[in-house]
């Protein structure tokens, strides 16, 4: 990727096809879909890539099982096929993985409903390479696979596959693939106003967050992809705009492998009737999620007390004796789905401004956010601005090639031969060039690591988050071998990745490396705090930052963390 400063001096005086606000997993996969078009592009994001709820997730690309209780089987056969491609474009990062739903004594009815929803499932993946039917597996290996749960409970287990990823990272591979075919991408960049002639937006006035100058970017046409914020921004044009997203705030918690054994993904029914994920993902135990309507600020939201305890209660359920607490957690965070209101969008609908699927508009007492479709909508805005919404991390890239087509639709000047179809299906991620590519250099690089006496957690650690660019964390490590140092003493994370992350990913702040180019801030809080003046002084070195400015990087990761109040205070139950 190029630097803030090329970037910035590349986007001054030209005119873009495409202007993309919001850079989450939707802006970043529609600058790549334009740019593989042939269509100039820019994608800005207001904070850091990544920063918004495409960081915050469940870290799945599913098929979405439990869609399928509210009926929407062509989402779910949909994601089911976004699963098994983005396992091909994206070896490794997107990796299979099983999930085990335990059966229960007592639970006949679930257990009925449990099969034939995955049998359902298995249908509607089976056409895929590699799809694999759940099974029905004996006590004993449920028991094996996950210790954690009571023994005196458990009769069985359903066994069935999904995909699991690193969310911010994804969204890091996708503008790389975006850059690398001639697309610009900006962080701390803010729409901030528009600049409209004859009803169609011809400039985006943005903020630059890290100087505080204002930059103006001219543009044919404007793609509003900012989830939670994309009112906010539709409002800087027509502040009587009828806001159309429902935020609904998901939460997760952290709590270590030594607190919760279980070396497989669980799947788990709660009291509630919703279902609670646990999975081992990087050397942690994520627990999540809670699903309610939010109404509080949109920057950065917190998970509070009564949700950590909800996590905690639904997965006691599950282990007799063994009781998780407030203090096993080492790290939670709180993220929030841009739902699109069903009232809205069976509105707009009718005014026939808006495309996609409104077909599950919902009557007024229906509304709880677990029963709101996860469908995404594309709408027409003030000025031509087309503005998407909804969807899933995993169908990314089906909502990008939507949202191109609008925008030929109404901006058909920017159709030239080469741009009609998507190619995104056909682009690997990561910086392979196909799948023998993959094997090869990840063997190479592997081979070099070994010599280099870089230990296998961190290997494979490397080559899972910056795919082919691990050989350059190698090359940091060759010219200074003590930058092998873990960031944290329980993660494979080592110090040599910090200039790469500041130097070709555009991490601008303590916080953008810890918690979305590494993934420390979302695995173990006080491990992360307590490691985070070595990062600072390293990056001190790098971008020449002063004492103050160390000072105010180490204050703003602790605020972005948030208080951690559970700890404190152990759940009695
Ligand atoms: C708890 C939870 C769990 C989830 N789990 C999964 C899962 O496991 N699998 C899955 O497939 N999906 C999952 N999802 C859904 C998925 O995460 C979201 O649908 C997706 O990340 C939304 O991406 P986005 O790009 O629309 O929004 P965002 O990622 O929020 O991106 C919008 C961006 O716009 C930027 N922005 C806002 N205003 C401006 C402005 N004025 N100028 C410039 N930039 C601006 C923001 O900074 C932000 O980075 C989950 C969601 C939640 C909340």
């Known amino acids: 990727m190029k630097t803030r400063n090329q970037v910035l001096e590349l986007a001054s005086f030209r005119e873009f096809d495409l202007v993309v606000i919001g850079a989450g997993i939707v802006g970043a996969g529609i600058a790549q879909d334009a740019a593989c078009r042939g269509l100039s592009v820019i994608v800005i994001d207001q904070d850091d890539f990544a920063s918004g709820t495409s960081s915050r997730t469940t870290k799945l690309v599913h098929g979405g099982l439990r869609y399928l209780e509210k009926f929407q089987f062509k989402l779910t056969s949909t994601l089911c096929q976004e699963r098994a491609l983005l396992e091909q474009l994206a070896p490794h990062l997107v990796q299979d993985f099983s999930f085990v739903l335990p059966l ?81 991408a900006i962080n701390y960049l803010q ?28 543009c044919k046409a404007c793609v509003n992809a900012t989830g939670v914020w994309i009112d906010h921004v539709t409002k800087l044009i027509d502040k009587h705009w009828d806001e159309r997203v429902l935020p609904a705030k998901g939460i997760h918690i952290m709590v270590p492998p030594s607190a919760f054994e279980t070396n497989t993904a669980l799947f ?11 999975i081992p993902w990087q050397r942690a135990i994520m627990i999540g999620t809670t699903d309610s309507l939010y109404s509080g600020e949109l920057n950065k939201p917190l998970p509070n007390a009564d949700e950590v305890d909800y996590l905690l209660s639904a997965v006691n359920k599950y282990t007799g004796e063994h009781r998780l607490n407030r203090s096993d957690v080492t790290a939670a965070w709180a993220g929030l789905r841009p739902l699109v209101d069903p009232h809205k969008h069976a509105f707009n609908l ?6 996609g699927n409104g077909k599950h508009a919902l009557s007024s007492d229906q509304i709880t956010t677990a029963n709101i479709s996860r469908e995404h909508a594309i709408f027409t805005g003030p000025g031509g601005m087309i503005g998407v919404l909804g969807g899933k991390l995993t169908n990314y890239r089906l909502m990008a090639g939507e949202v191109l087509e609008q925008v030929f639709l109404k901006f058909p000047e920017l159709i030239h031969p080469a741009a009609r179809t998507s190619r995104t ?53 060759d010219h200074e071998p003590q930058l092998s140092e873990r960031i944290c003493p329980d993660f494979p994370p080592i110090m040599a990745e910090i200039p790469h992350c500041v130097q070709a990913e555009m991490a601008v702040s303590l916080e953008d490396l810890l918690s979305r180019r590494v993934r420390l801030a979302q695995l173990h809080h006080q491990q992360c705090l307590a490691a985070a003046p070595k990062v600072a002084r390293l990056m001190q070195n790098i971008l020449s930052w002063d004492d103050k400015r160390i000072t105010a990087e180490l204050k703003a990761l602790q605020n972005s963390l948030g208080s951690m109040e559970w700890e404190m205070n152990v759940v009695k139950r």
């Open 104 to 184: 229960i004594k007592g639970s006949f009815i679930t257990q009925i409903k449990a099969a034939l929803g995955l049998t359902l499932y298995d249908m509607l993946a089976f056409a895929q390479p590699g799809a694999q039917p759940h099974q029905r597996i004996g006590r004993k290996e449920v028991l094996e696979a996950a210790p954690v749960l009571d023994r005196e409970d458990v009769i069985g287990g359903l066994k069935f596959h999904d995909a699991i990823t690193d969310d911010s990272r994804l969204v890091l591979e996708v503008l790389k693939s975006a850059s690398n075919n001639g697309a610009l």
């Open 191 to 218: 729409a901030t106003g528009f600049g409209i002639e004859q009803n169609k937006i011809k400039t985006v006035v943005c903020r630059d967050r890290i100087n505080g100058q204002e930059i103006t970017l001219n």
């Open 268 to 278: 788990l029914p709660a009291y509630d009737g919703r279902y609670i994920f646990v």
């Open 350 to 355: 009718n005014q026939a401004t808006d495309s």
């Open 425 to 477: 299906q056909r682009m690997m991620l990561g910086g392979w060039l196909d799948r023998q590519d993959y094997l090869t250099q990840t063997a190479a690089i592997a081979a070099k690591a070994r010599k280099l006496s870089i230990e296998p957690a961190t290997i494979a650690h490397l080559i899972a988050t910056y795919g082919k660019d691990a050989q350059r964390i190698l090359e940091v490590i």
